[in-house]
């Protein structure tokens, strides 16, 4: 037994060196982990006992260190006892007296996942910095390092299962964003919380506003620390609402700098809100997967757990949680409706309209089986609540000097799709615009005399500008090769800001509306069809916004659902709808002459709608996305059926093949809705020619009425001419029922219909006939002062200009070396005769544009804008021959072909000596001159 003893006495003895000399290894000397070092070489050192000692007390005394760095600090009670405590997610406390805004966190809560949200309270009214704009979301946590604690921005792009061991990886690899280090100013041990000072968090510039400022504004603009402050703070058991006031002045004091919205343009001052909230990850939401068949917005991250996936991403769309009350019911109410607040800053007069715009969606909601999903309430006057408060989803009001536009952003978690808050934004001017111009373009009835006025200022195309600048030569006069800086800047802007150019251009269209409504109808103001017809503009705003709310992208393509012949009959579309979607940009439905007017804009949620409702919202089995994919799939596969057609922004703004896909046209065959409307924009031209001004009106009114009909017969050519080499684009899946290719040509005929209709409409010399007493009424405005500038534009009315861009841009959209390319393939891809050929386009243009020289027996006297458009044809073979342009071979030598075929009935024309006025006579002869000097040089260069 005492042997027994002995032995275990050198067995502990011997585990306590072993131990030692563990700690020795990892703690003396890291490079032995490399290494051996036997046992003799390390008993030879008797300073090594020493050492491995100091070592481990050091440790130890770190440690302790560690453990007690906090209780240094001075007590949380004594740094805020003047302040107002609020208790909430983290306690604030507020000293009115110092201006000072402290946050007390306990560390139970480092290290966990928050959302900050920051929204513009206030604005300067112009150039985008608007009332109500969100700033940022952004997902962060707490980490506290030593005596400071960090805000740092999770990085949620990278993940992997949590067991899996290349999360270890992924923390290396990928590094989260430490955007501030706040100072701890005191602790209390007692309830183990951190008190920081929120001032060096939400006083400096968090979002980045100076960045923005330089590029937006066009000078810098700085932070000014002294002048900035805080104004309201609370606290709620969920989130933390704070407002931070941020004065800005320009740097260096330039004076320089003019913003007219400002009283003085060397500073303004700007309320951001902060709402700090808490995530809910025990709420029972599941995230569900995205298909790209049906349009959401998207959470997205790389997958590195699953290598077995054909794609590593992961994509969730962005939905509301939406629970049964009644499970087991087909259709229920949600336990939590999805609810709306009214501004109490909307003008009475249209609230009816934005509430029956939010609730049109029940419709698609009752679809998925839940009744009554959502719900609208009025802000109440009183309300001490603030619209940016993450609680509540709000429908705002706003001004600006020069804004006219609507958009619908929503809160996200990042992790999951979740949709935690939304805010519709409307400006007043949206509104306001057009209804001055809808109340006064009236027809006084037995009157000699009538208003006309416009208050949008002009035709701000700005989005089918945007979509014709490609066509347009750039600086070295090429076209299809821009510049790459300038093109990715131009798209870049369309990306940034689709919702404010919906806004400017669906002003146009309201105004186009209104003038047929006082010019064709002769309704007054008063009257209740103009009332109604503003009603349903407000009422189709607000549904399209609050369908971006419910996480739902454009659908471009949902136009296109009815023919021209039901777009006015009211049984159909107050049943099935005007389109497919209100996810559109929808243009005014303006029935052709003759025909009885059904709904301008949209009453009820189109078939698609319900369908990408059903697809995001209705319940699915099981408790993980992956549970879902059948009942999903099966869902997604009725996207070949026409009423579910869809196509979104990426699919219209870099590249316009689709003919059926466009902003703002409307009908299943645009050809013939956009002669209709050609024909409509006539009538208004001739019911101007007709009409005076009466006594005392500016003529500037003239001149913007003009322009804005103008503006939309250009749009209706350049949906015309899209069908010349186009292809419709679907997103079909392989196997979908009655799916069919991606991609097929628009039949040949069609194409040879467009064709014909922009030479009649477009390229004819008798397209454009005004009378000189309207052309010399169209003056511009002379007011010059702050918000309203001088023209910089030539005083009279540049008509032949006018007329003239817009030939020429059709034809360059005709002959871009993209659509060319297009027609060359489309030889290949399609069956023989379905699509139209190089020959035929070249033979078409050269036979339409050159008439008077091609055609026997016409007679050759040739107006000056028929003499523009025939030498803009001319430089685009001539480019092409040169090897100017970037088009097909085969388009280059169709190209010298047609300019010979040219010269030689040029030869013919001249050669018969007949009796030419002096423009025909110096216009052929510099037109033949210039094909020999051209073909000429092509020959040498060859």
């Not at 306590?16 to 070489?41: C, E, K, M, W, Y």
């Not at 009214?125 to 979301?137: C, H, K």
């Amino acid at each position: 037994m005492k042997k027994l003893w002995k032995f275990c006495l050198f067995l502990l003895h011997g585990l306590f060196l072993a131990i030692l000399l563990h700690g020795l290894f990892l703690g003396i000397a890291p490079s032995a982990r490399t290494q051996t070092v036997p046992a003799a070489g390390l008993a030879s050192k008797p300073s090594a006992w020493a050492t491995l000692a100091q070592k481990l007390e050091s440790r130890s005394s770190k440690a302790k260190e560690k453990s007690n760095v906090l209780s240094d600090l001075p007590a949380v009670e004594s740094v805020v006892a003047d302040a107002e405590k609020l208790e909430g997610l983290f306690t604030l406390y507020n000293n009115q007296d110092t201006g000072e805004v402290f946050a007390e966190i306990s560390q139970e809560q480092l290290e966990k996942n928050f959302l900050c949200t920051v929204t513009l309270e206030s604005g300067i009214g112009e150039r985008g910095i608007y009332s109500g704009m969100p700033v940022g979301d952004y997902l962060f946590y707490f980490r506290r390092v030593n005596k400071n604690l960090h805000f740092v921005i999770r990085n949620v792009n990278f993940r992997t299962d949590p067991d899996d061991p290349q999360r270890r990886s992924l923390e290396r690899s990928f590094s989260d964003s430490v955007l501030y280090s706040l100072e701890i100013k005191g602790f209390d041990a007692e309830r183990n919380t951190l008190l920081v000072d929120m001032g060096e968090l939400l006083l400096g510039d968090f979002p980045g506003l100076s960045s923005i400022f330089h590029w937006v504004l066009g000078t810098p603009y700085e932070l000014d620390a002294k002048k900035s402050y805080f104004g309201s703070a609370n606290s709620f058991p969920m989130n933390v609402e704070i407002e931070s006031i941020y004065s800005f002045s320009a740097a260096g004091g330039d004076e320089n700098t003019y913003i007219p919205s400002l009283p003085d343009s060397r500073a303004f001052t700007l309320r951001l809100h902060y709402s700090l909230s808490q995530l809910d990850d025990t709420n029972g939401y599941r995230p569900r997967l995205a298909d790209d068949r049906v349009g959401y917005f998207m959470t997205v991250y790389k997958d590195f757990s699953n290598d077995h996936n054909k794609d590593p991403f992961v994509r969730y769309i962005n939905r509301w949680h939406l629970e049964k009350q009644n499970p087991s019911a087909l259709v229920s109410p949600p336990k939590e409706p999805i609810v709306f607040w009214i501004d109490n800053a909307v003008p009475v007069e249209y609230r009816e309209s934005i509430r029956e715009g939010v609730l049109l969606w029940n419709k698609a909601f009752e679809k998925a089986g839940y009744q009554n999903a959502i719900d609208v309430r009025q802000m109440p006057d009183e309300a001490e609540w603030d619209p940016a408060d993450v609680r509540y989803n709000t429908i705002r009001w706003i001004n600006s000097l020069d804004g006219a536009f609507a958009m619908g952003p929503s809160r996200v978690n990042p992790l999951t799709g979740q949709i935690l808050d939304a805010d519709i934004i409307v400006d007043a001017n949206f509104v306001r615009a057009i209804k001055r111009e809808y109340g006064t373009l009236v027809e006084q009835e037995r009157s000699s005399s009538s208003s006309l006025f416009a208050g949008i200022g002009g035709n701000s195309d700005l989005c089918t500008f945007n979509s014709i600048s490609r066509y347009l030569p750039n600086k070295e006069g090429k076209t299809g090769t821009p510049d790459q800086a300038q093109e990715m800047a131009v798209l870049g802007r369309l990306m940034q800001s689709h919702d404010l150019c919906y806004g400017m251009q669906s002003a146009d269209q309201f105004s186009v509306g209104a003038m047929s409504l006082s010019l064709i109808n002769n309704l007054s103001p008063e009257s209740s069809q103009m009332k109604e017809y503003v009603h349903q503009f407000v009422r189709s705003l607000i549904a399209h916004e609050v369908g971006h709310t419910l996480g739902l992208r454009h659908n471009f393509h949902a136009s296109t659902m009815l023919m021209p012949q039901d777009l006015n009959n009211t049984n159909i579309t107050q049943s099935k709808g005007l389109a497919s979607s209100v996810m559109d940009y929808l243009p005014v439905n303006l029935a052709p002459i003759g025909v009885e007017q059904g709904d301008y804009y949209p009453a009820v949620v189109g078939p698609y709608d319900e369908w990408a409702i059903q697809y995001g919202y209705q319940t699915g089995p099981g408790t993980a996305p992956q549970d879902e994919v059948r009942f999903l799939e099966k869902i997604a596969q009725r996207a070949p059926n026409s009423d579910l057609a869809y196509a979104t922004d990426e699919d219209i703004w870099f590249d316009d093949i689709n003919p059926f896909a466009h902003p703002f046209d409307l009908s299943g065959d645009v050809l013939l809705y956009s002669q209709q409307q050609m024909d409509n924009a006539r009538y208004m031209w001739e019911r101007l020619e007709k009409r005076y001004l009466p006594k005392g009106e500016s003529y500037n009114e003239l001149r913007v009425l003009f322009n804005t009909v103008f503006g939309y017969y250009f749009q209706q050519a350049y949906f015309v001419s899209q069908y010349v080499g186009g292809q419709s684009f679907t997103r079909n899946h392989a196997g979908d029922p009655n799916g069919r290719a991606p991609f097929m040509s628009v039949p040949a005929a069609k194409q040879r219909q467009a064709l014909a209709t922009l030479q009649t409409y477009i390229f004819n010399d008798n397209a454009f006939n005004f009378s000189p007493e309207l052309l010399n009424n169209l003056a511009p405005s002379r007011w010059v002062h702050w918000g309203n500038y001088a023209p910089i534009f030539r005083l009279d009315y540049p008509i032949y200009e006018q007329i003239s861009f817009l030939q020429r841009v059709v034809l360059r959209v005709l002959m871009h070396p993209q659509r060319l390319a297009r027609l060359r393939d489309a030889e290949i891809k399609a069956q023989p005769g379905v699509s139209l050929t190089l020959p035929e386009l070249f033979d078409t243009l050269q036979q339409g544009v050159w008439t008077e020289v091609m055609v026997e027996g016409m007679p050759v006297e040739i107006s000056s804008l028929r003499r523009s458009l025939q030498r803009e044809y001319l430089d685009i073979l001539t480019q092409m021959v040169l090897r100017q342009s970037e088009v097909p071979q085969d388009a280059r030598t169709l190209a010298w072909y047609k300019l010979r075929q040219l010269g030689e009935s040029l030869d013919t024309t001249l050669a018969k000596g007949g009796k030419f006025d002096t423009y025909t006579q110096a216009h052929l002869e510099e037109t033949r001159d210039r094909i020999n000097k051209t073909l000429d040089a092509q020959l040498q260069s060859s």
